[in-house]
T-cell receptor
């Protein structure tokens, strides 16, 4: 089945530790994104990547880092510099169709809790 | 428009009634708009989209209206069902060579049986 997979579904982290969230897609999409969602709120863009080995900061990139070494993978590292990392993290991907951007396909999310 | 961490507005409708969810987008140069549905604890799912060269598009029980003059987008759900209860997000996309998508703040829809 084609899709976008995030792992793990639940993640607990101690304060001061870095943690990496996995996102893999087999849709052959060029673009991938990371969003953060806090309870009862909307989605805020952390980072996005349009092509392998290239990525741009979103609106709330501070305290996060990403890499895009392969088209299929876009891992997000939540560093100890992120002051309030407890949230629901969503990864998505999209592609271009005859010059138009398309809708984003989302993973099922990773719920990160700092303990 | 751009999500800035505001708490979600809520719309409550009776089962069988029509629902209208509104969204104001932020960038007049945006040329592609999408509505997503998000159920609790899950990722958003695509519902319907519209390009800037259109002002109306219909799907199964859903219609999206685009008013570029006032930068307004709406989602109409006909004969709303309990399974429609979710959070609905509009999103805008700027076709400038990039893929950046900006999400609206979202609206929580409650369907009363």
């Amino acid at each position: 089945d084609g899709g976008i997979t995030q792992s793990p579904k639940y993640l607990f982290r101690k304060e001061g530790q870095n943690v990496t969230l996995s996102c893999e897609q087999n849709l052959n999409h060029d673009a991938m994104y990371w969003y953060r969602q806090d309870p009862g709120q909307g989605l805020r863009l952390i980072y996005y990547s349009q092509i392998v080995n290239d990525f741009q900061k979103g609106d709330i990139a501070e305290g996060y880092s990403v890499s895009r070494e392969k088209k299929e993978s876009f891992p997000l590292t939540v560093t100890s510099a992120q002051k309030n990392p407890t949230a629901f993290y969503l990864c998505a991907s999209s592609y271009r169709d005859r010059g138009w951007n398309t809708e984003a396909f989302f993973g099922q999310g990773t719920r990160l809790t700092v303990v | 428009g751009e999500s800035v961490g505001l708490h979600l507005p809520t719309l409550s409708v009776q089962e069988g009634d029509n629902s209208i969810i509104n969204c104001a987008y932020s960038n007049s140069a945006s040329d592609y708009f999408i509505w997503y549905k998000q159920e609790s604890g899950k990722g958003p799912q695509f519902i319907i989209d519209i390009r800037s060269n259109m002002d109306k598009r219909q799907g199964q029980r859903v219609t999206v209206l685009l008013n570029k003059t006032v930068k307004h987008l709406s989602l109409q759900i006909a004969a709303t069902q309990p399974g429609d209860s979710a959070v609905y997000f509009c999103a805008e996309n700027l076709n400038t060579g990039g893929f950046k998508t900006i999400f609206g703040a979202g609206t929580r829809l409650f369907v009363k049986a």
